[in-house]
């Protein structure tokens, strides 16, 4: 059985950090491409960013790409997201997501995290 599980949500000001981390078992870590996503009340979940196998390639959706980084260690079989700058419109649920295509839209994640809280005030 595969779990992604998120953790490092919470609560933090316009213009704060925060780094999310996703701790993956059940699964060969290394060969999977590991990505973000993320919901916001009432919207549909979002890409938000994705990593490949050895963590050579990143690629970011366009309002987060100057202030989130997206990194892997693949001896720990984990995936970070540190977010920086945080504005109040990155408020959502943020879900850690595993695929074997490019997991630049929902459809090509195999598995899911159960999703953790970012909320960000202003």
């Given at each position: 059985?595969?779990?992604?599980?998120?953790?490092?949500?919470?609560l933090?000001?316009a213009?704060g950090?925060l780094?999310?981390?996703c701790?993956?078992?059940?699964l060969?870590?290394?060969?999977n491409?590991?990505?973000?996503?993320?919901?916001a009340p009432g919207?549909?979940?979002e890409?938000?960013?994705?990593?490949?196998?050895?963590?050579?390639?990143?690629y970011?959706?366009?309002?987060?790409?100057?202030?989130?980084?997206?990194?892997?260690?693949?001896a720990?079989?984990t995936v970070?997201?540190?977010m920086?700058?945080?504005?109040?419109?990155?408020?959502?649920?943020y879900y850690?997501?595993?695929?074997?295509?490019?997991?630049?839209?929902?459809?090509?994640?195999?598995?899911?995290?159960?999703g953790?809280?970012?909320?960000?005030?202003?």
């Amino acid at each position: 059985q595969v779990q992604l599980v998120e953790s490092g949500g919470g609560l933090v000001q316009a213009g704060g950090s925060l780094r999310l981390s996703c701790a993956a078992s059940g699964l060969t870590f290394s060969s999977n491409i590991m990505g973000w996503f993320r919901q916001a009340p009432g919207k549909e979940r979002e890409f938000v960013a994705y990593i490949n196998r050895s963590g050579a390639f990143k690629y970011y959706t366009d309002s987060v790409k100057d202030r989130f980084t997206i990194s892997r260690d693949n001896a720990k079989n984990t995936v970070y997201l540190q977010m920086n700058s945080l504005k109040p419109e990155d408020t959502a649920v943020y879900y850690c997501a595993a695929g074997q295509t490019p997991l630049s839209e929902r459809r090509a994640a195999n598995y899911w995290g159960q999703g953790t809280q970012v909320t960000v005030s202003s």
